[in-house]
C-alpha cells in the first residue's frame, strides 16, 4: 500500500494543492457498503458529484467550463480493528478552468468554512438517503433516521460483518455482547470537533491540505491514508492469551485498549477482507481513466515519455520526484538503499537509462572494462538455482 501511496503522488497527481476529504457514515449504512460493491459505486459517486460540485461553483464557475478531479482510498477499517467502510478523498484543491480547445488553467479555491462543510455534509446526506431509497436499500421512520432493509438470505461472512460493524463479538459464549475495552485516560468532555461537520450520522473532515511545493507532506497523507488496517507494533498477548490492540488514538472516554479472544480475532480480520474485484482506489474527474483531460494534467511518467520518443514525439522529461522505478511500476529493491552513494553519502540521482548494449559496452570499456566495476567485498556468483543442480 505505501507503494500505492508513491505512485499516486509520482504519476496521478499533479503539482497543485490537494486537500483531504473524509466522510464516515451511519451504522446502518456500513453493512450495505461493505457487503455490496456496487451500492460503494453510488455512494461514492454521490459524495464526489457533491464536493466536486460545491468546488466549482465556489471558483465561479460551471460544469461546462470547470472540471476538478480526486483520488479516492476506501478505507474499511477502524482503529478498534472494527469494519467501517469510509472514504478518503484527495481532491485538487481548486478548479482547472477550460480557456479555449485543449487548454485548461487551474484557478485555487479557498478552504471550506465550516457553515459550507455543514450545508454539504447535509446535502450529501439528503442525496444518498433518496439514492438508497430508491434502489429499495433503505427505509425511513418518522424521524428521519435510516432503517436497512431485511437483506433476506444471508452468507455466513455476513454475520461477522454485523458483529465487526457494531463492535460486538462474533463467536464464542458471549457472542453478541460488546468487545472488552480498556480505559487508561480521563474522559474528554464532549464538545464541537474543528473543521467536522456532522449530519443524520454523516460526518464530514476537511481540515488537512497539502501546497503545490509540499509533495513530501503529500506523500506522507497518501501513506497514511492507504496504511494496513494491522500494525503489529500495536498487538500484544495477555497472559491469559488474549489479543490485546492498542488504540493509534485514545478514544474521548478514555479507552486505550481493545481485548480479543483469539477466535474472535480471526474473525476480526476476516471481515477487514473486501470481496474480489472490489477496487479500494477510485479516481474521478479528470484523473478518471477515460478523460480526455488526464493526460494534460497528470504527471508524465518516464514510461509514457519512452513510448512517445519511440513514436518520434517531443515529450517533456518525467515530472515524478527522481524514484528509480522499475517497467512494472515497483520499487527497485536491494540490499542497500540505492539513492545513497555508498562512498561518502550524497543522494544519487538518475541521470539516463542506458540500455543499448553496443553503447554499455563502450561505455565499459572506456571505464577499463568491468573489472574495475567489480565489488571485491561482494563477488559475483551463480543463480541459487545452479547451486542446487551441483
Not at 477550460?98 to 462543510?117: I, M
Not at 493509534?248 to 477482507?273: N, Q, S, W
Not at 493526460?295 to 515519455?305: C, D, E, I, L, N
Request: net charge positive; aromatic share 6%.
Amino acid at each position: 500500500m505505501a507503494e500505492t501511496a508513491a505512485l499516486l503522488v509520482d504519476e496521478v497527481l499533479p503539482r497543485q494543492p490537494v486537500r483531504q476529504w473524509v466522510l464516515s457514515l451511519p451504522f446502518a449504512l456500513r453493512y450495505w457498503l461493505a457487503t455490496r460493491p456496487e451500492v460503494v459505486t453510488q455512494v461514492l459517486g454521490i459524495v464526489y458529484r457533491a464536493i466536486s460540485g460545491h468546488l466549482i461553483r465556489k471558483a465561479g464557475l460551471t460544469r461546462a467550463s470547470g472540471v476538478t478531479g480526486a483520488v479516492t482510498l476506501i478505507q474499511r477499517f477502524g482503529s478498534a480493528l472494527n469494519l467501517n467502510v469510509h472514504f478518503h478523498l484527495l481532491v485538487l484543491d481548486g478548479v482547472y478552468r477550460r480557456e479555449g480547445e485543449g487548454c485548461l488553467r487551474f484557478v485555487p479555491v479557498p478552504a471550506p468554512s465550516s457553515a459550507e462543510l455543514k450545508r454539504l455534509v447535509q446535502r450529501i446526506a439528503e442525496r444518498i438517503g433518496r439514492s438508497l431509497e430508491r434502489s429499495g436499500l433503505i427505509t425511513r421512520d418518522i424521524e428521519n433516521a435510516y432503517l436497512a432493509f431485511d437483506p433476506g438470505e444471508e452468507a455466513p461472512i455476513n454475520g461477522l460483518l454485523g458483529a465487526s460493524i457494531t463492535y460486538r463479538i462474533a463467536t464464542g459464549p458471549r457472542e453478541g455482547q460488546k468487545v472488552f475495552t480498556l480505559r487508561r485516560l480521563p474522559a474528554e468532555p464532549d464538545g464541537p470537533r474543528r473543521e467536522v461537520a456532522e449530519s443524520s450520522g454523516f460526518s464530514l473532515h476537511a481540515g488537512i491540505a497539502a501546497k503545490a511545493s509540499q509533495r513530501d507532506k503529500l506523500e506522507h497523507l497518501a501513506r497514511h491514508i492507504a496504511r494496513p488496517p494491522v500494525a503489529t507494533e500495536r498487538l500484544s498477548l495477555t497472559e491469559g492469551g488474549q489479543v490485546r490492540c492498542a488504540l493509534k488514538t485514545p478514544y474521548r472516554d478514555g479507552t486505550t485498549h481493545v481485548i480479543f479472544e483469539p477466535e474472535d480475532f480471526m474473525a476480526r480480520l476476516a471481515a477487514l477482507v473486501p470481496k474480489p474485484r472490489a477496487h479500494l482506489t477510485r479516481y474521478h474527474g479528470v484523473f478518471a481513466p477515460a478523460s480526455p483531460d488526464r493526460a494534460r494534467v497528470v504527471p508524465k511518467t518516464r514510461a509514457a515519455a519512452e513510448k512517445s520518443d519511440e513514436r518520434g514525439e517531443a515529450s517533456a522529461p518525467p515530472t515524478g520526484n527522481g524514484r528509480w522505478r522499475g517497467r512494472n511500476g515497483s520499487s527497485v529493491v536491494f540490499a542497500i538503499d540505492i539513492e545513497v552513494c555508498r562512498r561518502r553519502g550524497g543522494r544519487l540521482r538518475v541521470i539516463a537509462s542506458i540500455e543499448d548494449p553496443a553503447v554499455i559496452e563502450r561505455i565499459l570499456n572506456h571505464l577499463g572494462g568491468d573489472g574495475e566495476l567489480a565489488d571485491p567485498a561482494h563477488p559475483s556468483r551463480a543463480p541459487p538455482e545452479r547451486d542446487l543442480l551441483l
